[in-house]
């Protein structure tokens, strides 16, 4: 059994271009509801969201990753649809069929993963540590001090 004074979902954003980090870097900026609905990882629409959001043009992420964070991932990211497209461009029918069904396991591994080792912790204890999350940060940004 894990220790419980340990993160579940420990994360590492990644530095350099693969399929890995292609497919991860989809999963970690995009909102899950969308996130499941993507069959096609390497879909145009998919890129374009994806370098949107990374965009320190846009604000989409302001909040939640600082821009000079932002520059380095989205460098990785774009670096990762270079490859990923030379890939997918020298694939045949079956191998691209196969990435995809490879895709749908990972995102679905992954957003099963967000649930962290919760074989025996019930759903609402995650939701309740979400919202604690939350109210710790609404407080911080009013400047009300958070009593322990």
Known sequence: MRSRNKNPLP????TSPSREAY????CLCTPVHHLAQIADVTSRDTQKNLKTALSTDK????????CEKRQAVASVFNSCCDLIN???NAMDRTTKRQFDID???YRDAFI?????DSHDV????WLDLVALAWEYEENSED???IEG
């Open 11 to 14: 994360y590492e954003w990644p």
């Open 122 to 125: 019930p759903t609402f204890v």
């Open 143 to 145: 400047g009300i001090p």
């Open 23 to 26: 497919q991860y870097l989809v």
């Open 59 to 66: 604000d989409y992420l302001n909040q939640w990753l600082p």
């Open 103 to 105: 895709w749908t396991q």
């Open 86 to 88: 030379a890939k997918v």
């Open 112 to 116: 099963m993963s967000l649930t962290g």
